[in-house]
């Protein structure tokens, strides 16, 4: 033990046979760097919980929440440049973007967004898709939009311009550079959380759109009723990669930092495949099993983490568009 602060209950899981999920899937890496709040600039924290050497930590000033301690970006790079290996879920289930089932249920769940987001009020031109991935996003855009991507991955911006035949840029959007008012949208589709910087980074994508210009962000929400039930086991906390651990409020806050107003926050999910009997009745016993997760490792009951992490539901992800301020 590093020092003589209790055990949570996730930790003692972590140390069981079926704890060893969470190892393979995340913990090869050992969290090297501290951070301070990049909102308002406090050291001052309070712990939210710890997953093994990482720690979820909310700024007691400004409320922002985030990974600290995290992995260095060296580290972080190793993780981003692996080449693409299909990923399990906590289910069991492979998902494999390379596949065109995959990717075409992929690809409606961007279209359900697209059709939310993007249409609305002009049906075309200038699209950037920042930390594009697969290109799952940029292939569900009508043809009537021009269409850029970025990607850090070498993989992921080279399979991208390959199969979409569009110019995708290489790189961290840092040491990338395109015109003064040259988007008229830029997308990011779970990426502001991966961001070491996101304030820099927003300030950044200001800077390229036109006056006017739509961001569009969908985000795991950490102010949702899930990640408040499930902790550690909420399905989108990731502690390497998730390190911006954003709620409506706080990105409300960074964005307007960044020159951005707020035009509309949205949950995804009523309307979604994500919405189905099963998940929706998973919620409530896996909640109720999560919430007595200490008494079952008393008496050595160690359930599968299928049982125990949380299902997609409402609340779990949500979707801000905003508009570049008039004075930017
Ligand atoms: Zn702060």
């Not at 790079?77 to 992929?106: C, I, L, N, W």
């Not at 850029?148 to 390959?162: L, M, N, S």
């Amino acid at each position: 033990m590093k020092n003589k602060r209790k055990e949570s209950s996730f930790e003692k899981y972590l140390r069981t046979e079926k704890g060893r999920v969470f190892k393979d899937k995340f913990l090869q890496f050992e969290a090297d760097e501290e951070v301070n709040c990049i909102l308002c600039g406090s050291d001052e924290k309070k712990t939210w919980y710890t997953y093994d050497s990482f720690k979820a930590v909310t700024c007691k000033r400004c409320g922002l929440s985030y990974m600290s301690p995290r992995l260095s970006n060296k580290r972080l790079q190793k993780v981003y440049e692996e080449t693409y290996k299909p990923a399990t879920d906590f289910e069991g289930r492979m998902h494999d973007m390379s596949t065109s089932d995959e990717r075409a249920r992929k690809r409606n769940d961007m279209k359900i967004e697209i059709n939310n987001t993007l249409n609305y009020p002009s049906k075309g031109g200038r699209v950037l898709d920042v930390g594009c991935g697969a290109g799952i996003y940029l292939e569900a855009v009508p043809e009537t939009w021009e269409k850029h991507g970025i990607d850090r991955a070498p993989w992921a911006a080279q399979y991208t311009e390959k199969i979409l035949k569009i110019p995708v840029v290489y790189g961290e959007i840092e040491n990338v550079n395109y015109e003064k008012h040259f988007f008229d949208v830029i997308n990011m589709t779970y990426v502001i959380e991966h961001l070491r910087d996101p304030l820099s980074i927003l300030k950044r994508l200001n800077k390229w759109m036109k006056p006017k210009g739509r961001l569009i962000i969908s985000v795991p929400n950490f102010g949702s009723i899930c990640s408040k039930i499930f902790r550690e086991f909420y399905r989108l906390a990731d502690p390497c990669q998730h390190i911006y651990l954003f709620n409506p409020r706080s990105i409300k806050r960074m964005l307007k930092e960044a020159g951005f107003k707020v035009k509309k926050v949205y949950y995804p999910y009523f309307n979604t495949p994500y919405f189905n009997f099963r998940d929706f009745f998973r919620f409530f016993i896996n909640s109720f099993n999560r919430i007595l997760l200490p008494l079952y490792l008393k008496f050595n009951i160690v359930l599968k983490v299928d049982k125990l992490i949380a299902p997609p539901f409402y609340g779990n992800i949500f979707v801000v568009i905003a508009e570049k301020s008039d004075d930017q």
